[in-house]
C-alpha cells in the first residue's frame, strides 16, 4: 500500500463547475496536511493546509479532512481553465517527513 | 512572504562534471531546508534533509557522497551533484520550513526547482 495515494487523472471538469480531488493515506500517525498544486515544468506551490478534522476554506478552494478514514479532499469551486494543473497531496507522516502523492490532473475545460 | 529562491534555474552539462545548485530562503530563517528530485511523470522523492549548522539526513538509496550538501547560513542551503551521469538528469527542487513555524506541521515552501541535464 502506498503511503499517500491519489487517483492520478486527468479529472475533467467544465469552467464553472466544482473539481473534487481526493487523496488517502496509510500512516495514522499522520497530523499535518497539505495540497499543493504543479504547473507542467514548475514547482509546488502551495494552497492548502488542514490540520484538525473538517472543513477549510480559503477563496474558491475548500480542504477537508478525515483523519478516522484517513482522509483528505480538496475542492476547487468555479473551476477556471487558470486551474488546469497537477494537484499533489503531502502528507506529514508520523517520521516528520512530508509524503506525496503522485499527484491528480485536472483540466479545466473553457 | 515564504519566499524561496533556487539557482541555476536550468543546467546542462557533460557526464563526469559536478554541478552545485543553491537554495535560498528570502524572506525568512530556514533552521531546516529539503532537497526533492522529481522525474517526469512522478511525484517528488524526498533525497535529504538540511539542517543549519550540521549534517544532512539522507534518504535511504541516496548516496551522500554523490550529493553534496552543506548549509552553512540560517538562509543558503547547497546541494552539488558529483561526477554527474545522465541518470542523474532530473528536476532538483529544494524547500524550506519557517523556524518560527511550529516545525511539527512541517509546512514547507519550495524554490522553482533546478532542471539539470547530464548529457
Known amino acids: 500500500q502506498k503511503e499517500v495515494e491519489q487517483n492520478s487523472g486527468p479529472l475533467s471538469v467544465p469552467e464553472g463547475a466544482i473539481a473534487s480531488l481526493n487523496c488517502t493515506y496509510s500512516?495514522?500517525?499522520?497530523?499535518?496536511f497539505f495540497w499543493y498544486r504543479q504547473y507542467s515544468g514548475k514547482s509546488p506551490e502551495l494552497i492548502m493546509s488542514?490540520?484538525?478534522?473538517g472543513d477549510k476554506e480559503d477563496g474558491r478552494f475548500t480542504a477537508q479532512l478525515n483523519k478516522a478514514s484517513q482522509y483528505v479532499s480538496l475542492l476547487i469551486r468555479d473551476s477556471q481553465p487558470s486551474d488546469s494543473a497537477t494537484y499533489l497531496c503531502a502528507v506529514n507522516t508520523s517520521f516528520q517527513k512530508l509524503v506525496f502523492g503522485t499527484g491528480t490532473r485536472l483540466l479545466v475545460s473553457p | 512572504g515564504a519566499v524561496v529562491s533556487q539557482h541555476p534555474s536550468r543546467v546542462i552539462c557533460k557526464s563526469g562534471t559536478s554541478v552545485k545548485i543553491e537554495c535560498r530562503s528570502l524572506?525568512?530563517?530556514?533552521?531546516?531546508m529539503f532537497w526533492y528530485r522529481q522525474f517526469p511523470k512522478q511525484s517528488l522523492m524526498l533525497m535529504a534533509t538540511s539542517n543549519e549548522g550540521s549534517k544532512a539526513t539522507y534518504e535511504q538509496g541516496v548516496e551522500k557522497d554523490k550529493f553534496l550538501i552543506n548549509h552553512a547560513s540560517l538562509t543558503l542551503s547547497t546541494l552539488t551533484v558529483t561526477s554527474a551521469h545522465p541518470e542523474d538528469s532530473s528536476f532538483y527542487i529544494c524547500?524550506?520550513?519557517?523556524?518560527?513555524?511550529?516545525?511539527?506541521?512541517?509546512?514547507?515552501?519550495f524554490g522553482p526547482g533546478t532542471r539539470l541535464t547530464v548529457l
Open positions: 524547500s524550506a520550513r519557517d523556524w518560527l513555524a511550529g516545525s511539527s506541521y512541517n509546512e514547507q515552501f
Open positions: 524572506d525568512f530563517q530556514a533552521t531546516t
Open positions: 488542514i490540520y484538525s478534522n
Open positions: 500512516d495514522r500517525g499522520s497530523q499535518s
